[in-house]
C-alpha cells in the first residue's frame, strides 16, 4: 500500500471510528436528557419521616395477614417481596376468592411515581396503604375492624408507641397506613445497567441494548416512559391511535374517569413505570399480556401507530432488560403473636 493510499486508508477508519464514538456519545447524552438514575438510598415521604422504628412497624404490618378480615391476606399476598413486587397473577384474588378487577402494580419505586393505582386514585403511598385494607374485594375490613385488631393483639402497643412517640394512644388507622408507606418506600431497586450507563458506563450497555434505547427513544416511547421511573408520573389514554381489543381493554373499565368524571378521561391510565419490567408479568391494567415482546408490540401500534418489526421488538425488549435493579432483600419480621382476646377470624 502506497504512502497516500494508507494516509486515505487510515482517515477514513478514523473517521467510522470517530462517527461511531460521537454517535455512542450523543445516545448517551440524549438518554441522560431524559431519564435519571434511581437514587442509592430511599427518598424521604413529606410530613411523615422515617425511622428504625417506623420502618420495622411498617414491615412487620405489610407482613401481617391479620390486618384483613379473614386473617389470610396481607399486602405482601399481591405485593410481594422477591417476585418484583407483584403477584404474577392477571388479577390478584381477594377476600372470599372474589377477584380484583385489575392487574396489581408493583409495588418496587412506587414511591417516585406521581399516584397510586392504575386510575391514579390515591395521591401517595399513605393512601394507597389503606386503600386495600378496606376495599371489599381485597382484605375486605373496615378502618375500625383494623384498629381494634391491633390492639387485640398486645405486643404491637410498644412498637406504635416507639414508632410514634409522644401520642396517647399511637395505634391509629392512620399511623397503619403511614407506617406501611414508610416501609414502602425503602423498596427501591437501584444498581440496574440502566443506571450505570446513565452515570457514564458506556459498557453497561451492549451494542443491542444500545440499539434498543435508540429505538426506544426514536419510536417515541420515552414520549410517556422517561424520568427517573421510565413511566409512572403522567396519565394516557390506552389507544392513542388504535384502541386494542376489548380482552387488553375490557370496555367496562373506563379508568381514570371513575376517579375525574371527565369525559376526556375515559379509558385513561396512570403510565406504569418499566423498571424491573422483566420480572412483572402479566402487562397492562387488564393482566392479559404475559409476553413482554407482544407487549411491546402492542403498545407502538396503538400507542405510536408503529408497526414494529420483529427485530425492533426483540431489540427493544433487550434494553428493557436493562432496567432490572437490585431486588430489595427484606427479612422476614417475627410478628406479635395472637392472645386469647385477639379478634378472630371471619370468612
Known sequence: MSHRAKSIFLALVGGVVCSSAWSQSALMKQAQGLFKPLPATPPTLP??????????????LYFDPRLSRSHAISCNSCHMIGMGGVDLQETSLGHRWQHGGRNAPTVYNAVFDIAQFWDGRAKDLEQQAGGPLVNPVEMGT????????????PGYAPY???????THDAITFENVRRAIAVFEATLV??????????QGDEN???????????????????????????GGRTYAPFGVVERPGAELLPPGDKGRFAVTKTASDEYVFRVPSLRNISLTPPY???????????????MGSSQLGAQLTDDEVAKITGFLGTLTGNQPS????????????????HP
Not at 373496615?142 to 393483639?153: A, D, K, M, P, S
Not at 406504635?160 to 409522644?166: D, I, V, W
Not at 387488564?286 to 411491546?296: C, I
Open 189 to 198: 431497586t437501584p444498581g440496574a445497567r440502566f443506571d450505570r450507563y446513565l
Open 47 to 60: 410530613g411523615n419521616p422515617a425511622t428504625p422504628a417506623k420502618v420495622s412497624l411498617g414491615k412487620m
Open 330 to 345: 427484606v427479612v422476614l419480621p417475627t410478628l406479635p403473636p395472637s392472645a386469647a382476646a385477639t379478634p378472630r377470624p
Open 142 to 153: 373496615t378502618e375500625q375492624h383494623v384498629v381494634e385488631q391491633l390492639r387485640g393483639i
Open 204 to 230: 453497561a450497555l451492549d451494542a443491542t441494548q444500545k440499539a434498543g434505547l435508540a429505538l426506544f427513544i426514536n419510536k417515541g416511547c420515552a414520549g410517556c416512559h422517561n424520568g427517573i421511573n421510565l
Open 284 to 298: 397492562f391494567h387488564s393482566g392479559k399480556s404475559w409476553d413482554l415482546r407482544q407487549a411491546v408490540a402492542i
Open 160 to 166: 406504635f408507641a416507639k414508632a410514634f412517640p409522644g
